[in-house]
T-cell receptor, first 113, second 113 residues
Framework: DAEITQSPRHKITETGRQVTLACHQT?????MFWYRQDLGHGLRLIHY???????NKGEVSDGYSVSRSNTEDLPLTLESAASSQTSVYFC????????????FGPGTRLTVL | AQSVTQLGSHVSVSEGALVLLRCNYS??????LFWYVQYPNQGLQLLLK??????LVKGINGFEAEFKKSETSFHLTKPSAHMSDAAEYFC???????????FGKGTMLLVSP
């Protein structure tokens, strides 16, 4: 069965360190997304990609970057982690249609000390 | 611009009682609407979606939602709550030509015996 996986599932890091969260999907979807989930804010879009070599900023992109070198993977990098980036991060992917379902990964809980 | 408002960050019901979770949207064009459920420490799972076909949409686990254009609403209902329905529920909106979703802040459903 097709799936979307994230690694690591839990990460503790220190302020100022670079951190990369991995996202891998086997749906063969062109569209991939990164969200963060915080209490009282729901899910907020960080970055998204419509295909290889395409990346776009979302609502809360400051301090984050993504790159898309193949269809399956969209890693999220925190260039210099800050305590405000402590959150749960979700990756998602979907097909080409606007009404297509977004499928979510299990999430990565990141703590920045 | 699109937005979603979920009324009530927490809703409490007794087992066997009606579940009603409210969602109002704002969209300048006909929307696509989604309800997702999130169980503790898991990713989001699609419950149901409205894609401009039938206004009454049936989903998994006995949930359904009705699209009411005049009220700009897409409320989620279930006739009889189960203990296993306890989770957080998110309403989301998209529109033709766009693949990104805008989420509401979520409603936590608490089910008591």
């Amino acid at each position: 069965d097709a799936e979307i996986t994230q690694s690591p599932r839990h990460k503790i890091t220190e302020t100022g360190r670079q951190v990369t969260l991995a996202c891998h999907q086997t749906w063969n979807h062109n569209n991939m997304f990164w969200y963060r989930q915080d209490l009282g804010h729901g899910l907020r879009l960080i970055h998204y990609s419509y295909g290889v070599q395409d990346t776009n900023k979302g609502e809360v992109s400051d301090g984050y970057s993504v790159s898309r070198s193949n269809t399956e993977d969209l890693p999220l990098t925190l260039e210099s982690a800050a305590s405000s980036q402590t959150s749960v991060y979700f990756c998602a992917s979907k097909g080409a249609g606007a009404s297509d379902t977004q499928y979510f990964g299990p999430g990565t809980r990141l703590t920045v000390l | 611009a699109q937005s979603v408002t979920q009324l009530g960050s927490h809703v409490s019901v007794s087992e066997g009682a009606l579940v009603l979770l409210r969602c109002n949207y704002s969209s300048s064009v006909p929307p696509y609407l989604f309800w997702y459920v999130q169980y503790p420490n898991q990713g989001l799972q699609l419950l149901l979606k409205y894609t401009s076909a039938a206004t009454l949409v049936k989903g998994i686990n006995g949930f359904e939602a009705e699209f009411k254009k005049s009220e700009t609403s897409f409320h989620l209902t279930k006739p009889s709550a189960h203990m296993s329905d306890a989770a957080e529920y998110f309403c989301a909106v998209s529109r033709a030509g766009y693949s990104t979703l805008t989420f509401g802040k979520g409603t936590m459903l608490l089910v008591s015996p």
